[in-house]
């Protein structure tokens, strides 16, 4: 068997493929490539800070000078240039829950990719971040992360308690390529059924195993993302 890392939460739900077969292809494709060379750690730390209370661009753009390639201080700067802006003026408290992760298949573990938790008006609410510019979730696919996030979190975690999540896509716009920010809550994401959802999932899961179970040799093994230790539902 090939020790390949689950790919977390939201890449389940990017997966491409109505069947087994281009499932696998898929993720074969998934496996041999990089990545990207920068990732979004620091622009969600700052609009974590941001959430916490630290109202001030300037300070939570200052986050971003650890990335050490333009293209990543450049994109993690767009990040929390429109992100970050959302929790001004409001009061909120941040808190964040044990490290757990996404149990699905056999013994398949996938990171939430859930960077805090916060409370505002007595409402607890689930924050998710897309920051990707490109090859971003779909409406539909955020409503599979969502489904994920409701069914498996705030509804086992949170039970009897008011809740609601804050998803922030700060996606280019398709036609303009330009960055726009779109702010959902559950009213405005459509979850989907659990057979849906159980269905997909038995789908990824024959998908990934098949690759993994049959040791397939990709000229590039996509390296181990970073840890966050202080996000820990981020993992």
């Known amino acids: 068997m090939t020790n390949l890392p689950i790919p977390p939460v939201p890449d389940l739900a990017r997966a491409r493929g109505g069947t087994r077969d281009e499932l696998i292809s898929f993720f074969i494709a998934y496996y041999s490539t990089d990545g990207a060379h920068f990732n979004y750690l620091a622009g ?25 390639t333009k293209q990543g201080l450049k994109s993690n700067s767009d990040v929390v240039r429109l992100a970050a802006p959302l929790s001004f003026g409001r009061r909120t408290q941040v808190f964040d829950l044990p490290r757990r992760q996404f149990a699905f298949g056999r013994d398949l573990l996938s990171g939430y990719r859930i960077p805090f938790f916060f409370v505002e008006n007595r409402v607890l609410k689930l924050y998710f971040l897309q920051p990707r510019k490109e090859f971003y979730l779909t409406y539909d696919q955020l409503c599979m992360v969502a489904t994920i996030h409701k069914r498996f979190l705030l509804d086992t975690e949170f039970y009897g308690q008011k809740t609601d999540i804050e998803y922030v896509d700060v996606s280019a716009d398709p036609v303009t390529k330009v960055r726009e920010v779109r702010q959902y809550s559950l009213e405005s994401l459509e979850l989907w059924s659990e057979k849906r959802l159980a269905d997909r999932l038995t789908l990824i899961t024959e998908a990934l195993e098949f690759v993994r179970e049959n ?15 202080d996000m820990p539902l981020f993992d």
């Open 44 to 68: 969600t730390r700052s609009v974590k800070a941001a959430y916490k209370g630290l109202h001030n661009l300037e300070q939570l753009l200052a986050g971003c000078v650890q990335e050490k």
């Open 215 to 229: 040791g397939l040799m990709l000229p590039k093994r996509r390296a181990a993302r970073p840890k966050a230790p």
